[in-house]
């Protein structure tokens, strides 16, 4: 196989780093070049609103986020910067006030009708630019926004000495409602600043010009340059607001940032530190910093750059021919939103991850707990972008302390037998915050919010395995967590249940015991525990959660063979008249994805996610929805059912920029860019039950790839190379040692040496999995795997002739079928006991005697093949006692 060698299409624009040809089989995965990704237009974004969300270029570096529109008369530069939020105000539809757009810069050209334009953003280089000619002369504009020096860069230049002239003019957008200030021009700098008057924020911009050639002259408000070689503008901002509790715990709006410093200090000193250093050296560094991240991980699935412009892409998708190209870009894009989206020291990603153009975004660009914050850190652990979870972290950290108040509240108000009088009630889940409030409960999302937000904590650990970082940054949160929530939860019929409790955005709310709170509180019961082991603690609260957790009661299997959303569901759906059986959140599936608690251990579990499913159906068009749906699927390992909400995800609501609009509008809302990451690394690879498995639901359209570094929970650095659907490589980076349980249909057949070719020791179980004792830095590759066809299960399982005692079954049988092997799981059991095989018909006549005890209970029929080798999948059917 020869990975594509992108080309440079039609614009001349440059081509960073590209991809080298590898043959297969020689050299590591892991030591190979990812391929050329970008984005790119023959034309600038329109200068509207609805450019901004479907054609302009974001780039960003947590400090300041960028939405570039590539203008040839005027370039519009839009800046948001997190932290400038307007008051929140309620009843005004979804579109409310909250981060505020903090400029909106121009550059005047007044260059009309260029020739041959092209502008692109660059994945593997973090770098966009423009490119145009008019008059004989080539106009060049480069762009980028770098974390370590805390400043947007453009270069911008022509390829005729003097030809370059332009006037930069940085403007306050709504100006007037609550927002104060003034631009002002000095020497080579604009400054503008002001203030936000709700909480009180100061704001500043500064843009230096520094011109080679020609001249430049300051006006009142803008900076002009003529007849340049070339010129740098840099841009920094900043406001007054800082991590600090007080933000939170101060109840006046106007006193929350009190006392903190004027951001004029700080930008200036960040624009004086970055003009000591040259155009290269920015750049430099910025890559470094970028790169040490973006190349972590790579996929190809085949494709080659396609020679037309990346809205054609969009536009032709599911039918074009370079369709894998813009799965491949989606995959990569999500990476880069959260790489400028996600800095430690900046705040987290909202709604809108880091851009707003507008005064009143959807929802106020908060931070929603019930699904959106969660799925933007998805691909932070699985695509392997760990420790851009700390922005989110130190966030967490300043608006916890009124999280703990609230929590001490809700004990006194829901459960007060089981208040600490001395207010250590652990903290509860909000459902939304933004910089300066956090909300208390709100019955829109049970308080399984709290321990969600735990899990990513977990998670952070899971993934890294940093034993500091569990005890100083993760533990206390997971304490604290499970603190609260076993004091919350009430003693019902023996197991302990949520009350009051909602499943997210559901209209049957206030009820008890929804799966949704009782997965997340039991997972992070469970983890809390694990995570005490592991750090060697003890004490009389963890001896509490230990007799709690197996009353926590996480699953209960409905009558249509369902994972029910409230206990009081029958049948799928029939709790309440009020509920839409196709809802976008799917909230009760949450133990199977992003969680660990419903995993190949628990298949009856798993058989009940997938009944689940089926019946929400397909017809939810919510951009995060669709996404969140791609990782569900690949966990019950149907990479092509999962890969049809892929598809309608970049067919229906993927932009021309590749933003993803919500539901129409076009509304942006970020969680999808993120959610589809992490949707793909789901199919490609997993890790719920700490056995990694690559390509665990790879779709048949990918039948041909290969990936590199996608991180397993154990911080194992996985690779694989496929063809045909069937890995012809694997390879693992031991990051932290340990055990790596290692899985994929006949692995345990396979040739596995180190990467020095040294023979590896493993334990097999069956054919499928083995077990590797490895060092910390040791690289296990696995090549030589024998092919395995999967075996075809049967189909189409009925309970027929049921008299009580006995019941006859009928089924649909498989070509591959040697014998059938039938089992059952008995009311809310994870795992299925055999309870026949060899079964040469495809029919069985089953009596039992405890079979009129048994209220419910869910039967599964698999095919052995005359190899020995059994289905993984199975037909399914729901016995109900009448
Ligand atoms: C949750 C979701 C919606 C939307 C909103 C911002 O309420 O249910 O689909 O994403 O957040």
């Given at each position: 196989m020869t990975i594509a060698i992108a080309t440079s299409v039609l614009t001349g624009v440059i081509l960073a780093p590209e991809a080298c040809a590898v043959e297969q089989g020689a050299g590591l995965i892991a030591d190979r070049p990812g391929k050329a990704m970008r984005l790119w237009y023959d034309a600038p974004a329109p200068d509207s609103?609805?450019?901004?969300?479907?054609?302009?270029?974001?780039?960003?570096?947590?400090?300041?986020?960028?939405?570039?529109?590539?203008?040839?008369?005027?370039?519009?530069?839009q800046i948001t910067e997190n932290s400038l939020y307007d008051w929140a105000d309620k009843n005004s539809g979804f579109k409310r006030r909250g981060v505020n757009n903090f400029a909106e810069v121009y550059m005047d050209f007044g260059h009309t009708k260029p020739g041959n334009y092209a502008r692109e953003l660059n994945l593997n280089e973090g770098v966009s630019r423009v490119r145009y000619e008019l008059g004989g002369v080539t106009y060049s504009r480069e762009y980028f926004t770098s974390y370590p020096d805390k400043v947007m860069v453009i270069r911008l230049s022509a390829s005729k000495k003097g030809a370059l002239s332009f006037t930069l003019r940085p403007t306050i957008p709504f100006l007037g409602d609550g927002k104060s200030g003034t631009v002002s021009a000095k020497g080579d700098t604009v400054?503008?600043?002001?203030?936000?008057?709700?909480?009180?924020?100061?704001?500043?911009?500064?843009f230096k010009v520094i011109p080679k050639g020609g001249k430049m002259k300051a006006g009142n408000d803008t900076i002009t340059v003529s007849d340049a070689d070339s010129a740098v503008v840099l841009i920094a901002v900043g406001t007054n607001y800082q991590f600090d509790p007080q933000v939170f715990l101060t109840p006046k709006p106007?006193?929350?940032?009190?006392?903190?410093?004027?951001?004029?200090?700080?930008?200036?000193?960040?624009?004086?530190?970055?003009?000591?250093?040259?155009?290269?050296?920015?750049?430099?560094?910025?890559?470094?910093?970028?790169?040490?991240?973006?190349?972590?991980?790579?996929?190809?699935?085949?494709?080659?750059e396609p020679a037309m412009t990346t809205d054609k892409l969009v536009d032709a998708y599911p039918d074009g021919a370079s369709s894998r190209y813009l799965e491949e870009l989606a995959f990569q894009?999500?990476?880069?939103?959260?790489?400028?989206?996600?800095?430690?020291?900046?705040?987290?990603?909202?709604?809108?991850?880091?851009?707003?153009?507008?005064?009143?975004?959807?929802?106020?660009?908060?931070?929603?707990h019930d699904t959106n914050v969660q799925m933007a850190y998805a691909p932070a652990f699985c695509a392997n972008l760990p420790e851009l979870f700390e922005s989110y972290a130190d966030f967490f950290n300043i608006?916890?302390?009124?999280?703990?108040?609230?929590?001490?509240?809700?004990?006194?108000?829901?459960?007060?037998?089981?208040?600490?009088?001395?207010?250590?009630?652990?903290?509860?889940?909000?459902?939304?915050?933004?910089?300066?409030?956090?909300?208390?409960?709100?019955?829109?999302?049970?308080?399984?919010?709290?321990?969600?937000?735990?899990?990513?904590?977990?998670?952070?650990?899971?993934?890294?395995?940093?034993?500091?970082?569990l005890a100083e940054t993760v533990y206390p949160v997971m304490y604290?967590?499970?603190?609260?929530?076993?004091?919350?939860?009430?003693?019902?019929?023996?197991?302990?249940?949520?009350?009051?409790?909602?499943?997210?955005?559901?209209?049957?709310?206030?009820?008890?015991?929804?799966?949704?709170?009782?997965?997340?509180?039991?997972?992070?019961?469970?983890?809390?525990?694990?995570?005490?082991?592991?750090?060697?603690?003890?004490?009389?609260?963890?001896?509490?959660?230990?007799?709690?957790?197996?009353?926590?009661?996480?699953?209960?299997?409905?009558?249509?063979?369902?994972?029910?959303?409230?206990?009081?569901?029958?049948?799928?759906?029939?709790?309440?008249?009020?509920l839409d059986p196709h809802h976008r959140h799917t909230s009760m599936l949450l133990g199977e994805y992003p969680g660990q608690l419903i995993n190949d251990t628990t298949p009856a579990w798993l058989d009940a996610v997938k009944k689940t499913l089926t019946l929400r159906t397909r017809k939810s068009n919510i951009g995060w929805a669709r996404a969140e749906r791609v990782a569900f699927w690949a966990r019950v390992h149907d990479g092509d059912e999962a890969y049809l909400f892929f598809q309608d995800l970049l067919g229906g609501n993927f932009l021309h920029n590749l933003f993803n609009d919500h539901r129409g509008g076009p509304l942006f809302q970020a969680d999808a860019n993120y959610g589809a990451t992490?949707?793909?690394?789901?199919?490609?690879?997993?890790?719920?039950?700490?056995?990694?498995?690559?390509?665990?639901?790879?779709?048949?359209?990918?039948?041909?790839?290969?990936?590199?570094?996608?991180?397993?929970?154990?911080?194992?650095?996985?690779?694989?190379?496929?063809s045909n659907g069937?890995?012809?490589?694997?390879?693992?980076?031991?990051?932290?040692?340990?055990?790596?349980?290692?899985?994929?249909?006949?692995?345990?057949?396979?040739?596995?040496?180190?990467?020095?070719?040294?023979?590896?020791d493993f334990v097999a179980k069956g054919t499928d999995q083995v077990s590797i004792e490895t060092t910390k830095g040791q690289i296990v590759v696995v090549t030589d795997i024998p092919a395995c066809t999967p075996v075809v299960a049967p189909s189409n399982l009925k309970v027929v002739k049921d008299v009580k005692s006995q019941f006859e079954l009928a089924w649909t049988g498989s070509k591959d079928a040697a014998t059938y092997n039938l089992y059952r799981a008995v009311g809310n059991a994870p795992d299925y006991e055999r309870i026949a095989s060899n079964i040469k018909g495809t029919g069985f006549v089953y009596k039992a005697a405890d079979l009129k005890q048994i209220d419910q209970m869910t039967l599964k029929v698999t095919t052995v093949r005359a190899d020995g080798r059994e289905s993984r999948e199975g037909a399914t059917a729901v016995r109900l006692l009448h």
């Open positions: 609103d609805l450019g901004w969300a479907n054609a302009s270029i974001p780039m960003g570096n947590g400090y300041m986020g960028i939405n570039v529109f590539g203008g040839t008369e005027s370039e519009r530069i400054t503008l600043s002001g203030v936000m008057t709700y909480f009180n924020i100061q704001f500043e911009g500064q106007t006193e929350k940032l009190k006392g903190f410093p004027h951001p004029h200090a700080k930008v200036s000193g960040t624009i004086a530190d970055a003009s000591a250093k040259s155009y290269e050296q920015l750049k430099a560094n910025h890559q470094a910093d970028y790169t040490e991240l973006y190349d972590r991980v790579s996929l190809d699935l085949g494709a080659k894009y999500g990476r880069y939103m959260l790489i400028c989206s996600s800095r430690k020291g900046t705040l987290p990603p909202h709604l809108q991850g880091i851009w707003n153009v507008y005064a009143r975004p959807p929802w106020s660009s908060q931070y929603l608006f916890v302390h009124q999280q703990r108040q609230y929590a001490t509240q809700y004990i006194e108000q829901y459960n007060p037998s089981q208040l600490d009088p001395n207010g250590d009630n652990g903290w509860s889940g909000p459902f939304w915050t933004n910089p300066y409030n956090v909300t208390g409960k709100s019955p829109v999302a049970g308080f399984g919010t709290g321990s969600w937000i735990a899990q990513m904590f977990w998670d952070y650990y899971d993934y890294t395995r940093d034993e500091s970082l604290e967590q499970a603190n609260f929530v076993s004091r919350f939860v009430k003693e019902v019929d023996g197991v302990l249940l949520a009350d009051p409790s909602s499943s997210p955005e559901q209209k049957l709310r206030n009820t008890v015991g929804t799966t949704f709170d009782q997965q997340m509180f039991y997972e992070n019961h469970h983890n809390t525990l694990t995570a005490a082991k592991i750090l060697g603690r003890s004490d009389k609260r963890l001896d509490i959660y230990e007799k709690q957790l197996p009353l926590l009661d996480p699953i209960q299997i409905g009558k249509s063979g369902q994972i029910k959303e409230f206990r009081q569901e029958e049948y799928y759906c029939d709790a309440d008249k009020v992490a949707g793909v690394a789901e199919l490609l690879m997993q890790s719920q039950d700490h056995v990694v498995s690559p390509l665990p639901a790879l779709p048949c359209a990918w039948s041909d790839g290969s990936y590199r570094g996608l991180l397993a929970r154990g911080n194992f650095e996985v690779s694989a190379q496929w069937q890995a012809s490589r694997v390879e693992v980076v031991s990051n932290a040692g340990g055990t790596l349980a290692l899985r994929y249909p006949n692995v345990a057949k396979a040739v596995i040496k180190t990467s020095e070719g040294q023979t590896v």
